[in-house]
């Protein structure tokens, strides 16, 4: 597992040891940044929940984003997230949070805006379920927010329009999927 792009291009990462976590293959990656790069700034925060090794907020930083936070909730992920950055000198633009996401996003609450917020939780538990709706009347989530759920290709997202998302972007792959969501911007009425 390497950084594809951007100034940390081709330095290798770690992962955690064991099967809790999915390494995102290079070309899956290469694929999401294609469609993410649009969005990515200076002064982007990108949000990374169910973190794993990291790879993906870190991605993002070497491809430019100012800020990225990471959220996990195993130990051995943690470390792994902090010996990245480390490897690839990031740690001053990057958070590391040892928490539940759900205990992190409240802890989070009021402190900014995420222009990004990608979340890769383990599949078929639901998780992302209750995080989009949380996530639906967050003071994090502006109405140009991107939010990026990874899932397997099977996953219901059926209810997301009932939450106030609307799909940006649908791309399946061979095992799992991308769906890209930003809330529907309500039209005032004069």
Do not use: W
Not at 51 to 73: D, H, Q, T, Y
Request: glycine fraction near 6%.
């Amino acid at each position: 597992m390497r950084v594809i792009a951007g100034s940390a291009r081709r330095l290798l990462l770690t992962s955690p040891p064991g099967f809790e976590t999915r390494p995102t293959s290079d070309k899956v990656k290469e694929t999401l940044f294609n469609i993410l790069m649009p969005y990515i700034y200076t002064d982007t925060g990108f949000l990374d929940l169910f973190a794993g090794s990291g790879a993906i907020g870190i991605e993002a930083l070497s491809r430019g984003a100012g800020e990225a936070v990471f959220v996990e909730n195993s130990k051995e992920a943690v470390s792994c997230i902090n010996k990245n950055l480390n490897t690839t000198h990031f740690t001053d633009s990057a958070t590391v949070m040892y928490c539940d996401v759900m205990t992190a996003l409240k802890r989070l609450e009021g402190k900014r805006v995420y222009d990004i917020i990608f979340m890769d939780p383990p599949y078929s538990r639901h998780y992302e379920k209750a995080v989009l709706e949380y996530l639906s009347s967050s003071m994090i989530v502006a109405d140009d927010t991107l939010i990026v759920v990874e899932a397997d290709r099977s996953t219901d997202f059926d209810y997301v329009a009932g939450l106030g998302f609307e799909t940006v972007k649908y791309k399946e792959y061979k095992n799992n999927c991308h769906l890209f969501l930003k809330r529907i911007q309500k039209t005032e009425v004069i």
